[in-house]
């Protein structure tokens, strides 16, 4: 589950009529029908759980709320997601200067997966 604040960011961009409609005749309780044109979407975030222990414990729950619940639903069927992991034992300013990087990186090039976490330098390593 993400955040509250993130969860009321994504209630406040992804509106209906917007990024999605009821089919004639629901009422909500149907799937919506997705209106935005986006081929693709990126989604950059953070974790302090190593990315081993996310899958085998938790199964990647963050992968299934941001293909499944959210930009699937708003019609967007490509969705490319990374994560910069470890956060709480990196250096403080490795982890910032790593995203734009990342980003110009897939941005630049149409074949990168971008499903395996980033791992920030951290300061048990130095």
């Given at each position: 589950?993400p955040p509250?604040?993130l969860k009321?960011w994504i209630?406040?961009?992804?509106r209906p009529?917007?990024?999605?409609?009821?089919?004639?005749?629901?009422?909500?309780?149907?799937?919506?029908?997705?209106?935005?044109?986006?081929?693709?979407?990126?989604?950059?975030?953070?974790?302090?759980?190593?990315d081993e222990?996310e899958?085998?414990?938790f199964g990647?729950?963050?992968e299934?709320?941001?293909?499944?619940?959210?930009?699937d639903?708003?019609?967007?069927?490509?969705?490319?997601r990374?994560?910069?992991?470890v956060?709480v034992?990196?250096?403080?300013?490795?982890?910032?200067?790593?995203?734009p990087r990342?980003?110009?990186?897939w941005?630049?090039?149409?074949?990168t997966?971008?499903?395996?976490?980033?791992?920030?330098q951290?300061?048990?390593n130095?």
């Amino acid at each position: 589950m993400p955040p509250a604040i993130l969860k009321g960011w994504i209630d406040r961009v992804l509106r209906p009529e917007v990024a999605y409609r009821s089919s004639k005749g629901d009422q909500g309780e149907g799937v919506p029908v997705g209106l935005l044109k986006a081929k693709a979407a990126i989604v950059f975030n953070t974790t302090n759980t190593p990315d081993e222990r996310e899958r085998k414990i938790f199964g990647d729950p963050l992968e299934a709320l941001w293909k499944k619940c959210v930009f699937d639903l708003c019609g967007v069927r490509k969705v490319h997601r990374r994560t910069f992991a470890v956060v709480v034992t990196s250096i403080p300013h490795s982890a910032p200067r790593g995203w734009p990087r990342c980003a110009q990186r897939w941005n630049n090039s149409s074949q990168t997966r971008m499903t395996q976490p980033t791992k920030i330098q951290s300061s048990k390593n130095k």
